[in-house]
T-cell receptor, first 113, second 111 residues
Framework: DAGVIQSPRHEVTEMGQEVTLRCKPI?????LFWYRQTMMRGLELLIY????????DSGMPEDRFSAKMPNASFSTLKIQPSEPRDSAVYFC???????????FGQGTRLTVV | GENVEQHPSTLSVQEGDSAVIKCTYS??????FPWYKQELGKRPQLIID?????GEKKDQRIAVTLNKTAKHFSLHITETQPEDSAVYFC??????????FGTGTRLKVLA
């Protein structure tokens, strides 16, 4: 397996624009996590899915953020409208079960200007 | 909900010395305690983990200890080398609760 795959690797967008981040988890993994990493707040869990179903989205900062997992091999994180304070590295991770190793994608570095 | 605190936030040690990073958690149901290493510009990767039925685990120069009563666990790196310089994150989860990370420790190993 190629591991967790995220796209794009880098995204620069203007304030107010819609941004969509994509993730392909490792095949067979039942859990998918979206994290946001900043210097100030470290790795924040935004939302996680179990078998494509959102389990906990309490970390999603505002209604501007939404996430979907239409099938076992694809998830998206959308920000609409984007703001400069959304600038961060967004990681997707997947795991076989909840209490085991989480495998991270390469991350998407988002810059909102 | 679960709360994870990690200390220190930065740590500088001389090459060859030991480094210790500590995390405390709040939920007694937590049962899995991994440690991740993140090199600059890279993704976090697991380096060692421990489960609640074990008190200590060692893998070459790294070890993790768990004190369930006090709800804390620690990462120990012995004989540190320059390539150990990175950011280290602890994490906590249970079989039914979300995967929470500590705030990270930036370790610098001085040659």
């Amino acid at each position: 397996d190629a591991g967790v795959i995220q796209s794009p690797r880098h995204e620069v967008t203007e304030m107010g624009q819609e941004v969509t981040l994509r993730c392909k988890p490792i095949s067979g993994h039942d859990y998918l996590f979206w994290y946001r990493q900043t210097m100030m707040r470290g790795l924040e869990l935004l939302i996680y899915f179990n078998n494509n179903v959102p389990i906990d989205d309490s970390g999603m900062p505002e209604d501007r953020f939404s996430a979907k997992m239409p099938n076992a091999s694809f998830s998206t994180l959308k920000i609409q409208p984007s703001e400069p304070r959304d600038s961060a590295v967004y990681f997707c991770a997947s795991s076989l079960v909840l209490d085991t190793e989480a495998f991270f994608g390469q991350g998407t570095r988002l810059t909102v200007v | 909900g679960e709360n994870v605190e990690q200390h220190p936030s930065t740590l500088s040690v001389q090459e060859g010395d030991s480094a210790v990073i500590k995390c405390t958690y709040s939920d007694s149901a937590s049962n899995y305690f991994p440690w991740y290493k993140q090199e600059l510009g890279k993704r976090p990767q697991l380096i060692i983990d421990i489960r609640s039925n074990v008190g200590e685990k060692k893998d070459q120069r790294i070890a993790v200890t768990l004190n369930k009563t006090a709800k804390h666990f620690s990462l120990h790196i012995t004989e540190t080398q320059p390539e150990d310089s990175a950011v280290y994150f602890c994490a906590v989860t249970s079989g039914t609760y979300k995967y929470i990370f500590g705030t990270g420790t930036r370790l610098k190993v001085l040659a």
